[in-house]
């Protein structure tokens, strides 16, 4: 991938939530660098805190700590104001709802062209800028149809079209096919798809379905408010076939899921790597040949190392057998 500066880059994001006395973090240092034109999926269990990087990045939501700069603009540094223009303008949202978006008592074209109405840009010009958008998500022939009359995927496809009518930088979609079955959702998909290619516009959708791989060129994984691994798409030669990768349709398509270090350097080993060599606690890392390989280590290993571990001089820890009287103390405290 080519290295220009990221529309979208989000460093160590926190975001804590006060609910009466209690503290809710949603966002735990979270790391995130999308390209221009890019279309990315966000998975992750109910809770992970999805919304809230979405909301984050639309300017919904002000995050409490770190770093992000959208389209250029450092939004913990804007004005309520300047947030305010940055949300209007630069993010289109899109919702699982499609109807939250729409106005029933307008037609498909009229809805679209409602947010330029109150941008300012009316007449001949925003009609056909409508037309074309309601074309790029293959509604063409529902531009006079009102909500009742459109399926839920169609819905949802209009209030695409009602997102993108101001030119925003970027798409962000919160769960948009939460609420569709899988051939609508395809619809949906294809009309990001469209999108992306069409105007090589950055999307972000977000999904509790890991199967949106399938639709978009990379997925990030969200675990506990951080960024745990990321599925990319990629093509593997066919074996049969010799010489170099041509990247034709016999080079099988593949997903690949890689974990994702963050800022510190921190990385999770996925689960069923942890129980298939039982590792827990403690790992030992060591660099043979070029490769970082992690090795388990017995718990018993472990606590007769520590035991038998010479105790430094000057260590904390007083090495006579006699303790101080308020470690004592405190020890006989404790429940
Ligand atoms: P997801 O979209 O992945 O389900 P959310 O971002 O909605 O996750 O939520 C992440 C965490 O933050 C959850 O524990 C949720 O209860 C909490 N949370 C989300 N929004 C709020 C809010 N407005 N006030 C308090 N807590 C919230
Ligand atoms: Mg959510």
């Known amino acids: 991938m080519m290295m220009t500066d990221p529309i979208i ?15 809710v973090l949603a966002l735990q240092g979270l790391d995130l660098s999308v390209q221009r034109g890019e279309l990315m999926g966000i998975v992750g269990v109910s809770g992970s805190g999805k919304s ?27 004005s309520s104001t300047a947030l305010d223009r940055y949300r209007r303008t630069r993010v289109g949202f899109v919702w699982q709802e499609g ?20 941008a300012g840009t009316g007449g001949k010009r925003a009609r056909q800028q409508a ?11 529902r531009r006079h149809h009102y909500l009742a009359e459109l399926s839920g995927g169609e819905q949802q496809r209009v209030a695409i079209a009602v997102a993108l009518a101001n030119h925003p930088a970027i798409l962000l979609a919160d769960e948009p096919t939460g609420e569709l079955d899988s051939a609508t959702a395809l619809t949906v998909y294809q009309a990001f798809q469209n999108l992306n290619q069409e105007l090589g516009l950055t999307i ?31 093509r593997r030669p ?3 076939r010799e010489g170099p990768p041509t990247g034709e349709d016999h080079d099988e398509e ?9 800022s510190a350097g921190r990385l999770q080993v996925p689960k069923a790597y942890r129980e298939a060599l039982q590792i827990k606690g403690r790992v030992r890392m060591e660099l043979v040949d070029g490769h970082l390989v992690i090795h388990s ?14 105790k430094s001089p000057g260590a904390a820890t007083p090495t006579t057998g006699r303790r101080p009287k308020w470690l004592a103390r405190w020890r006989r405290n404790k429940p």
Request: charged share 25%.
């Open 9 to 23: 880059l989000c460093e160590n994001l926190v975001k804590i939530y006060k609910v009466a006395d209690l503290e």
């Open 52 to 78: 809230t990087l979405m909301n984050v990045l639309g300017g919904l939501v002000r995050p409490s700590a770190g770093r992000v700069v959208v389209d250029g603009y450092e939004l913990l540094k804007l």
């Open 99 to 118: 109807a939250r978006n729409l106005i029933p008592y307008l037609d498909a074209l009229e809805n679209v062209q409602m947010p330029m109405t109150l």
């Open 131 to 141: 037309e074309a958008l309601l074309d790029m998500v293959g509604l063409s022939d």
């Open 204 to 234: 972000l959708i977000v999904s509790h379905d890991p199967a949106i791989a399938q639709h978009v060129q990379r997925v990030m994984a969200i675990r506990d408010g951080k960024a745990a691994s990321e599925t990319v798409r990629a």
């Open 238 to 240: 066919d074996p049969s």
């Open 254 to 262: 593949h997903f690949e899921e890689l974990v994702v270090l963050d």
């Open 297 to 310: 280590v017995a718990e018993a290993e472990y606590a007769r190392q520590t035991a038998a571990r010479p």
